[in-house]
């Protein structure tokens, strides 16, 4: 067996083995909480990380990823600038996902060019230098940008659960208020409801309902709603509900004309993705099922033509 085979097999080994011990301590942790609720005991929580809602398994991988963390974390005050923000967008507002964050996109800078560089041992690539370097740095900044890239999918993933549950959560609003509940109350009962048929419009509805009993105003706590979420619709419900309760407008009916705006808007977006589909079939049809319907259809003609017309044709030469 050769060296470029030897180094191979134990980059393999390496990643199975890592992933293959994630998955027992999760599954393992989460088994022993699970006996300890059906016993009806209490479960001791030893870290803050636990109190808070992470698992054991995020607060170790924390600590093992700090020193890998400070090698890509940005300076003293990111906390409150735009990245504070994505973070928040993402769904992801626990106290160690920055950390983990960080220490993941340090550790793929330095392991993407390393299996790079066992490939081109592997498959014996007789690459020029200047290529080779070329490569070599586009595969760390692939490494590094690729945290940013699935960040940016949660994101969009769930901006878009959002957009799609919010009008549904608008009308439960309206049908609150019109019922005699305050907007308070109306909030609550909707998060209830809300998080039957989305665990995340329930889950953001269910930090506004903490904070307003934690004695926040009402204003702050759909400020921080819209600032969490990053939908512009959310945007607007809180700025319409923050200037009817200043005013003293009707919010039942201020909330039925935004969600007649919302169902239009989300109708139209369907549309809008309807139309889009027959763009998007063109060219798999063109360079994948038209090749393959010309073979099966003229494949047995050329075969004949082969087999008949050709030596038919050279005879008569």
């Known amino acids: 067996m050769s060296m470029q085979q030897i180094i191979y097999l134990a980059i393999i080994f390496l990643v199975v083995s890592g992933v293959v011990l994630v998955i027992f301590f999760q599954l393992s ?6 006996r300890l609720q059906q016993l009806g005991q209490d479960v001791v929580q030893p870290t803050t990380a636990v109190t808070n809602g992470e698992p054991v398994w995020v607060h170790r991988m924390a600590i093992w990823a700090s020193p890998l963390a400070r090698l890509s974390l940005p300076e003293e005050g990111w906390e409150n600038s735009q990245l504070r923000i994505r973070f928040m967008n ?4 626990g106290a160690h996902a920055p950390i983990l964050f960080f220490a993941l996109k340090t550790l793929l800078t330095f392991v993407v060019p390393l299996i790079f560089f066992a490939a081109t041992l592997l498959l014996d690539l007789h690459l020029r230098p200047e290529v080779f370097r070329l490569l070599f740095v586009l595969s760390a900044a692939l490494g590094y940008f690729l945290p940013n890239l699935v960040l940016w999918r949660q994101t969009v993933r769930r901006k878009r659960e959002i957009f799609e549950h919010f009008p549904d959560a608008i009308d439960l609003m309206t049908v609150c208020v019109e019922a005699g509940l305050g907007l308070d109350a109306a909030l609550a009962r909707v998060g209830e409801e809300m998080s039957l048929s989305s665990q995340v419009m329930g889950e953001e509805m269910h930090l506004v309902n903490l904070e307003l009993r934690a004695g926040s105003t009402r204003e702050r706590a759909l400020r ?6 990053g939908v512009e619709e959310v945007d607007m419900l809180v700025a319409m509900l923050v200037q009817s309760d ?3 407008t009707s919010v039942a009916d ?19 993705a309807a139309a889009k589909i027959p763009l998007k079939l063109l060219f798999p049809l063109i360079f994948c099922v038209f090749p393959s319907m010309l073979l099966v259809l003229l494949g047995p003609a050329f075969i004949s033509i082969y087999r008949i017309l050709l030596p038919t044709f050279a005879g008569q030469q």
């Open 246 to 248: 200043r005013f003293g």
């Open 90 to 93: 993402a769904g992801y507002r």
């Open 29 to 34: 942790q989460s088994e022993m909480r699970g």
């Open 254 to 272: 201020a909330l039925r004309v935004h969600s007649d705006s919302l169902r239009t808007k989300r109708r139209l977006r369907a549309e809008e």
């Open 224 to 229: 921080n709603l819209a600032l969490r979420t």
